[in-house]
Structures are given as C-alpha cells and as structure tokens.
C-alpha cells in the first residue's frame, strides 16, 4: 500500500506590536527517506520527505494494507513526531514568536488501493449586518477574551479549554456564591471538641490536620448540579440554539461538558467533540448574550438565595 501527500510547515502565531513584529520560520533541508521502521505496530517499509516542484511531500509505503482510520493514526503519528523534532532545531530559540508543526490535509491524501467514488469539497457562507454591532464597553472583558481565544484556536480541545474558562468564572461569581452558600458540617460544639483532640497532639503535623477539618463544609449539591441551577435560576436559560436547531436546556447537557472537562484533564481520557460543538459552545454564547448584550449582572449580592 503506497500513501502519498503533500503537507505544509506551519507556525502557530508570531509577534506583533505597534512598532515591532516577528515571525518564526524554518527551511527544510537534507530530504531523505527512512526505511524498515516500525509504527503504532505497523511494520513500514519505507518513509520519504522530499519536495517536488516546489511542493513538500510525504510518501510512505507499508507491505501490508490497513484501513482509513489506521491510515488517519499513522498520518497524525508521523505529524506529531516530526513536529517535535522540528522544534529541537537551536535556531528555534523564541517559541514566544511561534512554534512549528508539521501539518497534513486529509482530503489531499492520496491512497492506492482504495477508491473515494467521490471527493466533494464544499464552503458555507454567511452574511453579517455590521450596523447590528454594539461596540460599547462591558463589564466582563475576560469573558469576551475567553471567547475570541477559542474562536482563533484551531484545535477542538483547545477550544473546550477556552470556552469551558467562562462557566468557571460563572462559578466564582458573587451570585453564585450567594445561590450555593454553604453551611459548616460541624456545630460549635463539635470544632470546640475537635479543636481539644487536636491540642492531644504532640506532632504538629497531626495537629494541624485535625484542625482543617474544622472549616469543613456540608456538600448537599454537586457542581453539575449547582451549575446547571445558576445557569436556569439565575440567567434564566432554557434553550440553547445551533445554527436553526433549538432545543431545551436541561441538566445532562451540564452533565456532559463537566465529564468531557474532566476527561480532557486526565490522561487516556475520551473526548467527544459532539460534547463541543452541541452542548458548550451554544451555551457559552447563550451565557454571553445575556451577559454582554443583556448586561446581566451577576456580580451584584443581592442576599438570600441569589435570585
């Protein structure tokens, strides 16, 4: 089975200031091909790097046939692997000013052996009103940045971790905090108690951990919950809305960006970009429409339960 593919060196950003600006970049030099290697299990007979007539082209050859999706592996494997390399060069000494990667387009891969019966390439388009625009200050920059940094991110997860940013700052909210005080898990009487066991200690160390849980606090809800409470109680959203789909807002679409988040944090964790673009990034612009066109406030105490 013969691969074939041209792919690009691309720097992930530069420097640029009113009066100074700079960019990373690299040549490649010294084309070569490697043969008889082993990846992802795969027994590879050949690997060439050259550039012809001026296009920058992978080959590889593999003495067996696999399917699409170890064909996808192999491509990203390969990508990831020379991208750290290319980033070892001394030269490349201000990654401030860009980092390089080496980038493939599946849709230009060629595969023999394997036959597409058709290779569409389609564009949408939209138009914009610029006169609708309210350029007027608001009182959540931060959040607007969150934003606009996942909407430059390329990658989906990096565009989980901006857009996930703006339900933590929710969390911290003084709203938030009113709606979801805790109460403490002891009485007075118990931290008197637990303050006199701890004085029993001669180790300073046991000491000082039986007094921390002097300031413990009841848990009765947990973040799922409580954010999905803020969320409908307090900025009063009960749809959310991708592209014409609308659809309810309810607790399992919390239940899964807190799962997706958690999975994205922890090694060998699954992450499913449904998750992204139909549950958080729909509820993120929900959150921000009311809080930058609205103007919402959900930094005014308003005591009791927040609402």
Known sequence: MKITCPFYIKTSHFFSS???QHRNEIELTNF?????ISLLNKNISSISIDKLNEVFTLKINISEK???EKIRLLLLYISQKISFYLNLSEQAVNPHHGTFYFDIDLFEVNIDDVN???KMGMSSGVKFDISTLKLNSCKYPELLEYFYEGLRAELPRSKFFHWF???EHLEYSERYKVKFASTPLFSEEDKNKIRALAETM????KKDTILKIVGYKKRDKNRQTKLYEYLKDILGIDKIKLGIEIKEFNKSIVDNIIQTRHSLFH???NFDQIILWHNLYPLVVEILKKLIIDEFDINQNLGGNGT
């Open 18 to 20: 009113f009066d100074y």
């Open 32 to 36: 070569a091909s490697f043969i008889n």
């Open 66 to 68: 696999i399917d699409i």
């Open 116 to 118: 597409f019966p058709i």
């Open 165 to 167: 940013l703006i339900l």
């Open 202 to 205: 001669e180790v300073n160390d």
């Open 267 to 269: 090694p060998g964790g």
